[in-house]
């Protein structure tokens, strides 16, 4: 150690403080991958997401026999499904990924919220596309890529953060709220998915009587406002809050949905249940970013 050197101070899991050298730069990762050795796109689209969360800044494609139109479409698409990573090189043999994001620019919970919107304005189409208030699923499609995105880079912030002392110092976190982050927007994150399955079954529903409609859009307002006081007890991380809403949900799963009584086409009746059912599932997602502010409360 130098003067003038920076040091950085770390509370661990253990509440013990670590005590180091901040480093100037960061390490740079870089990959080479050997497209013979991935003869399905599959293989190779999952060999760079794990190349991504783990932290590579910068990635090469390499193939002797030159690169096929579809592979390189591939491997475009990906890229843009990705934060951070741009094509700086290109040729008939090699496509060269770099990242240009830098981890210490980040703040995990504007990305939990940023998600979180994201996701809740998919709940509200979903229902809008049951009420043919709407009749496409673009929105909903575009936001569910996003969230994905947001996802993989909030994961590959968090492996920054949990090798990298100096980060996590910098970001202003410790191992147990990397532990809650990787909880919270694992749950958003399926959250999206589930709704872009619910959409899909929306659309297909064709026709609704007035009591219906109310009893389904009680539905869909009950989970938005489970869900947006789940994400208060993760910032409160108030007790009371997380256990009211842990016992609401509880509730909601005990729930039974009965539409034998209503006026619907046999088709409808099949769909909605799926709907519904599916619905109040996600209620256990639900609870388990409530638990976080139970846990941390």
């Known amino acids: 150690m130098q003067p003038g050197d920076s040091i950085f101070i770390t509370e661990e899991a253990d509440q013990s403080l670590l005590l180091g050298l901040e480093k ?30 783990n932290g590579v800044h910068k990635v090469t494609f390499n193939s002797s026999q030159g690169i096929s139109k579809d592979v390189r479409k591939q491997i ?11 094509i700086v090189e290109e040729t008939r043999e090699k496509i060269v ?18 998600a979180f919107q994201l996701s809740r304005l998919m709940i509200e189409e979903s ?12 929105s909903i499609n575009l936001w569910e890529e996003e969230v994905n995105r947001i996802y993989l880079l909030a994961r590959r912030q968090i492996n ?11 970001l202003n ?31 297909n529903v064709k026709k609704m009587s007035k009591e219906v409609t109310a009893l389904v859009v009680e539905q869909f307002t009950t989970i938005l406002d489970v869900y947006d006081l789940a994400l208060q007890c993760y910032f409160k991380r ?8 842990i016992t609401r949900c509880e509730q909601l799963g005990e729930d039974i949905i009965n539409l034998e009584k209503y006026k619907l ?23 388990e970013i409530a638990e976080i502010g139970l846990d941390r409360s």
Not at 127 to 138: F, P, T, Y
Not at 266 to 276: A, V
């Open 24 to 53: 100037s730069t960061e390490t740079i990762k870089e990959e080479t991958l050997d497209l013979s050795k991935y003869p399905q796109e599959a293989e190779l689209i999952r060999k760079f997401i794990s190349l991504y969360l």
């Open 76 to 86: 475009f698409d990906q890229t843009k499904k990705v934060i951070g990573f741009e």
């Open 97 to 114: 990924l770099q990242d240009f994001f830098s981890a210490t620019s980040f703040s995990l919970h504007n990305v939990i919220r940023r």
């Open 127 to 138: 229902l809008k596309l049951l009420q043919k208030e709407v009749e496409i699923m673009d």
């Open 160 to 170: 920054f953060a949990l090798h990298n002392s100096p980060i996590m110092n910098k």
């Open 173 to 203: 976190i410790n191992v147990d709220d990397c532990q809650d982050f990787i909880i919270i927007i694992g749950a958003i994150e399926k959250m999206a998915d589930s709704f872009v399955r619910i959409a899909k079954n929306c659309l």
């Open 238 to 245: 108030d007790f009371n809050l997380s256990n009211q809403v």
């Open 265 to 287: 086409l046999e088709e409808d009746k099949t769909t909605l249940y799926l709907i519904l059912s599916t619905l109040k599932s996600k209620t256990n997602l639900i609870n």
